[in-house]
């Protein structure tokens, strides 16, 4: 049976089951420009590496696994795969009448390597321009004598904000996420509505995704522009 005919098999096996939450669709956001060698890994190719890792990691994956993993819908994760089939990525085997394999081929093998290596590159190259955006502004409010800061976020990016905040002798007084999350960064995680407990001069806002609509809703809060700083 040839790879296509098994995507399509394994859709008619769950077509009664309950579909997978998340429909998100694999062509969303501005990020599916063609990147320059340094520029921001396209939504497909994401997309790919992310397919093309779930599938090497487990050689028993499902298609609806991988929907959940992708946080696709079912239907919309068989129309990928397909495509993946069509590029020579995937091939699929029955090994039961019911019961489908997914396998990276050596061309997706090397699709993967190619994408691990240009998001490594592309993660150093971002690492490097936000330390060094970060630094120039909280070098200009040491001058200011602003040296109480507090981090919004608890993900990778505040690490790497407190990173710089540690660097300069700054202070760090606070950290706020959306809701309580015990302890980051030897901080208790505040919502980020109790910001007027903790007396700061700077917040950082520690997110590469959507900064402008965080900005806006932080602005919304009562916490003045010219106190937030974002990492670029």
């Known amino acids: 049976m040839r790879g296509q005919s098994c995507v ?12 997978a939450p998340a429909a998100t669709d694999i062509h969303t956001t501005s990020g599916a420009q063609a990147p320059g060698r340094h520029g921001a890994p396209r ?4 997309r790919n590496l992310q397919a093309l890792a779930a599938i090497a ?5 499902t298609q609806r696994n991988l929907a959940n993993k992708l946080g696709m819908a079912l239907g919309l994760t068989n129309i990928y795969l397909k495509r993946l089939v069509r590029k020579g990525y995937v091939k699929c085997v029955n090994v039961q009448s019911n019961r489908l394999r997914y396998l990276l081929t050596p061309t997706g093998i ?35 004598n602003r040296r ?5 976020g608890t993900g990778e990016a505040a690490e790497l904000a407190y990173l710089s905040v540690a660097e300069l002798g700054l202070e760090l007084v606070g950290v706020f996420d959306g809701v309580e999350a015990g302890q980051f960064l030897g ?7 109790a910001h007027r407990s903790v007396a700061f001069d700077l917040l950082v ?27 670029r």
């Open 110 to 144: 090397a699709e993967k390597t190619r994408l691990t290596f240009e998001f490594m590159e592309y993660s150093l190259v971002l690492y490097r321009q936000v330390r060094q955006h970060l630094r120039a502004v909280l070098q200009s409010a040491v001058h200011e």
């Open 148 to 152: 109480r800061i507090a981090i919004h």
């Open 8 to 19: 399509h098999l394994e859709e008619l096996n769950h077509h009664s089951m309950k579909p």
């Open 187 to 193: 901080q208790p995680v505040r919502p980020i509505e």
């Open 57 to 61: 990691e487990d050689a028993q994956i």
């Open 43 to 46: 939504v497909e190719d994401r």
């Open 205 to 231: 806002v520690a997110t590469l995704e959507r900064t402008e609509l965080v900005v806006a809703g932080l602005v919304e809060l009562g916490i003045e522009r010219d106190r937030l700083v974002t990492l």
